[in-house]
C-alpha cells in the first residue's frame, strides 16, 4: 500500500499544466513535492499565497513564509502575497481549478466530513467550506480506513458535514476511485494490493467493472 509520500505522488498525475490548486492541510500539502517539471502550475494557499513552491530543505526556512497548515514552505518565482478577502474571492470565484483536500470521511454520494468531530475541541471551520463549494473539481486524499482499521469510505457520513455531493475522486492508500452516481468506482490499486483488499476496506457501494490496473507512480 501507499505511504502519504506516494498518494501526494498519484495525485500530482491529476495536475494539469496551466491549473490553479488549492492544497489543504495534510496530506495535499505534498503534492507539489511531486507534480511534473515540463508543466506550469500555481498552488494558492487560502492565507493569502499564489505560486507556492515545494517544502524548504531543513536550514532553508522561512518563518514568515507559510501555508494554511501553518508549514513552511517556498514561492516560486513571481509569486504573490495578498489578504484572506482577496484570496476568498479567488475561491468563491471560481477561479482555482483544483482543489486537494484530506477527509476523514466521504460518503459514496460525494458527501464529505473533514472539519469536525463532535466533543473534540476545534479552532474553526477554515477555508473548506468555501472550497468544496466552489470548486468544480475535488480530490480527496486520505487513508482508506481508520486507526481502527474501519472504513473512512461509507455509506452515509457520520461526523458533521464539510460538503454535500461534491468530492469528484478519491485517492487512499490503497485505491485510486471516483464518484459515480452508483457509488465509488474503482479505476486503480496499489501496487501489491489486490480488488478484494479494496472490497473488504470499503463500507460504501464498490463498483468494480473489468481488469482493475495498478497504479503507476
Known sequence: MLDKNGIAKRIAQEVKDGYYVNLGIGIPTLVANFVRDDISVEFQSENGVLGMGPFPFEGEEDADVI????????????????????????????????????????????????????????????????????????????????????????????????????????????AVLEVVPEGFKLLERAPGISVDDVVKATEGRLVVEGQIPEMKI
Open 67 to 174: 501555508n494554511a497548515g501553518k508549514q513552511t514552505i517556498t514561492t516560486l518565482p513571481g509569486a504573490s502575497f495578498f489578504d484572506s478577502a482577496l484570496s476568498f474571492a479567488m475561491i468563491r470565484g471560481k477561479h482555482v481549478d483544483l482543489t486537494i483536500l484530506g477527509a476523514m470521511e466521504v460518503a459514496e454520494n460525494g458527501d464529505i466530513a473533514n472539519w469536525k468531530i463532535p466533543g473534540k475541541m476545534v479552532k474553526g471551520m477554515g477555508g473548506a467550506m468555501d472550497l468544496v463549494a466552489s470548486a468544480e473539481n475535488i480530490i480527496v486524499a486520505m487513508m482508506h480506513t481508520n486507526k481502527a482499521g474501519k472504513s473512512k469510505l461509507l455509506k452515509k457520513c457520520s461526523l458533521p458535514l464539510t460538503g454535500v455531493g461534491c468530492v469528484k475522486k478519491i485517492v487512499t492508500n490503497l
